[in-house]
């Protein structure tokens, strides 16, 4: 079974606005950490955000925030005020503790097009 | 380094020959990490180490490939005899340790083409 899901492989938003791209995780740890990294077509997997299983408060950076909802195992990154530079692939991962050894899994990515 | 880096960024080679990727760390990770990206695809986890040991070395796909790292710091991983399914590009993350919180840093990538 896959760890990590994301069911939409490609999104469209106008400029602007706001854009949730979904995550689905599957773990029977009690500790674990969720990843979103944004990758360009330059290729490099860049670091957006982060939330602990533990955290209480949904992690938020700049623009970026993280739906936390731990009994659905959701944990959806939301964009506000989408950039054309805000274009790329998106993808969600997780590291769980001892049981998955923290070796971090990835889903397959959402393609993300924002157009003016 | 202020990131992790990863030569050479580009390699073109022939069906049947060995190649390098280099991969260097940021300073002071103790973990290291190696994926391989097909064109369209998720990252397909190859291997990590912690410090200059590989306790995770289940995502290799033969054993044509290999990797090491010296002095807890720069990696090498090796493809022998090249075959076109190994066309891909091919990331290096670190991350501080290896545990739950720890963010990956990632490098950009060797994208490696065999003809």
């Known amino acids: 079974a896959q760890k990590i899901t994301q069911t939409q492989p490609g999104m469209f938003v106008q400029e602007k606005e706001a854009v949730t791209l979904d995550c689905t995780y599957d773990?029977?740890?009690?500790?674990?950490?969720l990843f979103w990294y944004k990758q360009p077509s330059s290729g490099e997997m860049i670091f957006l955000i982060y939330?602990?299983?533990?955290?209480?408060q949904n992690a938020t950076e700049g623009r970026y925030s993280l739906n936390f909802q731990k009994a659905r195992k959701s944990a959806n990154l939301v964009i506000s005020a989408s950039q054309l530079g805000d274009s790329a692939m998106y993808f969600c991962a997780m590291r769980e503790g001892l049981g998955g050894s923290y070796i971090p899994t990835f889903g397959r990515g959402t393609s993300l097009i924002v157009h003016p | 380094g202020a990131g992790v880096s990863q030569s050479p960024s580009n390699k073109v080679t022939e069906k049947g020959k060995d190649v390098e990727l280099r991969c260097d760390p940021i300073s002071g990770h103790t973990a290291l990490y190696w994926y391989r990206q097909s064109l369209g695809q998720g990252l397909e986890f190859l291997i990590y180490f912690q410090g200059n040991s590989a306790p995770d070395k289940s995502g290799l796909p033969s054993d044509r490939f290999s990797a090491e790292r010296t002095g807890g710091s720069v990696s090498t991983l090796t493809i022998q005899r090249t075959q076109q399914e190994d066309s891909a590009v091919y990331l290096c993350?670190?991350?501080?340790?290896?545990?739950?919180?720890?963010?990956?840093?990632f490098g950009p990538g060797t994208r490696l083409l065999v003809l």
């Open positions: 939330q602990g299983s533990y955290d209480e």
């Open positions: 773990t029977s740890d009690q500790s674990y950490g």
């Open positions: 993350a670190s991350s501080l340790w290896q545990r739950e919180a720890e963010t990956q840093y």
